[in-house]
């Protein structure tokens, strides 16, 4: 899933002939995948640590997506939001202080 509004924009873009800001692309990409980001298998490590690697990386993609969007140049369109990164952090909490209370270090 897109940022609302990076679908019609990248089609509005198109159809003047024009390819969508290369940063916003960039920014929309990373979004999309933090916010798709389901699992990632692990050998030889817990379920735990598995989730908790999940969520630290869809921290990170989400942090990288919203550090490209600032370099996006003005004006930005209002649209555009990071609806999923709170989640992402307080999913990351949850597991975070679950994992502490039953005795595994992070």
Not at 4 to 13: D, E, M, N, V
Not at 25 to 47: P, V
Request: charged share 20%; glycine share 6%; net charge positive.
């Amino acid at each position: 899933m897109y940022p609302k509004g990076y679908r019609k924009y990248a089609a509005s873009q198109r159809a003047i002939g024009l390819k969508p800001d290369e940063k916003l692309a960039r920014y929309a990409t990373r979004y999309r995948l933090a916010g798709q980001l389901i699992s990632i298998e692990f050998a030889g490590f817990s379920e735990k640590v598995a989730i908790i690697y999940v969520a630290a990386t869809r921290i990170s993609i989400a942090g990288s997506g919203l550090a490209s969007s600032r370099r996006i140049p003005h004006p930005r369109p209002k649209t555009l939001k990071l609806a999923n990164l709170s989640q992402t952090f307080s999913q990351a909490s949850i597991v975070t202080r679950t994992l502490h209370k039953n005795g595994v270090s992070t």
